[in-house]
C-alpha cells in the first residue's frame, strides 16, 4: 500500500523567504510522486512531477522538489517566496501500474506574509 | 483545450433527493477520476475509468454512491439519497493513461441540508 504525510499542516513565511514543504512517502514500488497546488475555491494544479531519471525536478513559478529514496521524501521547495504563492499544497503518490491513481497527503497551507 | 469541465458548480440539494454530477474530460484522454476533498478527509479517490471501464471503485462511500462514463467525454457521479455528510467538493480528473499527470476540473461543491 501506498501513502503520504506532509509535515506541517499550516506554513507560514515571510515574502522572499525560502519556502519548504515536506513531504515523505511510503510505497513498496518506485513511485511516481507529485506536487499539486490548490488557490481558493479552485481545482488542484500540477506543480512539479517525478517519474524516473534526474531526481532533482523543477516545476512552475520557480518551485522544485527533490526525490531522495534513501529518505522516502520529495520536499518541495522555493527559494525566494511571493505574495501570490499562498495557497494549499498536496504532495501525492502513484503506482503507474495501479492505473496512475494518486493518493495523496493531506495539504500543507502556505501563508506569506508581507 | 477547455480543460475538464464540470457542472455543475455548485449544488445545494435537501437529504433524500438525488444529486448528479457530470464531468467532460480532457479530449483524447484515456483515464478519469472523481475525487471528493472534505475538511476531515481531505481528498479521497472515490473511483476511476479506464477506456470507460471502471477499474477500481473501492473508494466509493456506499451503495448510494453510483458513476457512470457512458462514452468517452462525459462521465456522472450519482448521489441517491444524498445525506448531508456527503457534503464535499467533488473533483474530476483525466489524464492521457497509467502514470501521466492527472488534470483536474475546478470541482462541484455540494452542500445536502
Known amino acids: 500500500a501506498q501513502s503520504v504525510t506532509q509535515l506541517g499542516s499550516h506554513v507560514s513565511v515571510s515574502e522572499g523567504a525560502l519556502v519548504l514543504l515536506r513531504c515523505n512517502y511510503s510505497?513498496?514500488?518506485?513511485?511516481?510522486l507529485f506536487w499539486y497546488v490548490q488557490y481558493p475555491n479552485q481545482g488542484l494544479q500540477l506543480l512539479l512531477k517525478?517519474?524516473?531519471?534526474?531526481?532533482l525536478v523543477k516545476g512552475i513559478n520557480g518551485f522544485e522538489a527533490e526525490f531522495k529514496k534513501s529518505e522516502t521524501s520529495f520536499h518541495l521547495t522555493k527559494p525566494s517566496a511571493h505574495m501570490s504563492d499562498a495557497a494549499e499544497y498536496f504532495c501525492a503518490v502513484s503506482d503507474g501500474n495501479q492505473g496512475g491513481k494518486l493518493i495523496f497527503g493531506q495539504g500543507t497551507e502556505l501563508s506569506v506574509k508581507p | 483545450d477547455a480543460g475538464v469541465i464540470q457542472s455543475p458548480r455548485h449544488e445545494v440539494t435537501e437529504m433524500g433527493q438525488e444529486v448528479t454530477l457530470r464531468c467532460k474530460p480532457i479530449s483524447g484522454h484515456n483515464s478519469l477520476f472523481w475525487y471528493r476533498q472534505t475538511m476531515m478527509r481531505g481528498l479521497e479517490l472515490l473511483i476511476y475509468?479506464?477506456?470507460?471501464?471502471?477499474?477500481?471503485d473501492s473508494g466509493m462511500p456506499e451503495d448510494r454512491f453510483s458513476a457512470k462514463m457512458p462514452n468517452a467525454s462525459f462521465s456522472t457521479l450519482k448521489i441517491q439519497p444524498s445525506e448531508p455528510r456527503d457534503s464535499a467538493v467533488y473533483f474530476c480528473?483525466?489524464?492521457?493513461?497509467?502514470?501521466?499527470?492527472?488534470?483536474f476540473g475546478p470541482g462541484t461543491r455540494l452542500l445536502v441540508l
Open positions: 480528473a483525466s489524464s492521457l493513461g497509467q502514470g501521466e499527470t492527472q488534470y
Open positions: 510505497s513498496s514500488v518506485p513511485p511516481y
Open positions: 517525478y517519474t524516473t531519471g534526474a531526481t
Open positions: 475509468f479506464n477506456n470507460n471501464v471502471p477499474i477500481d
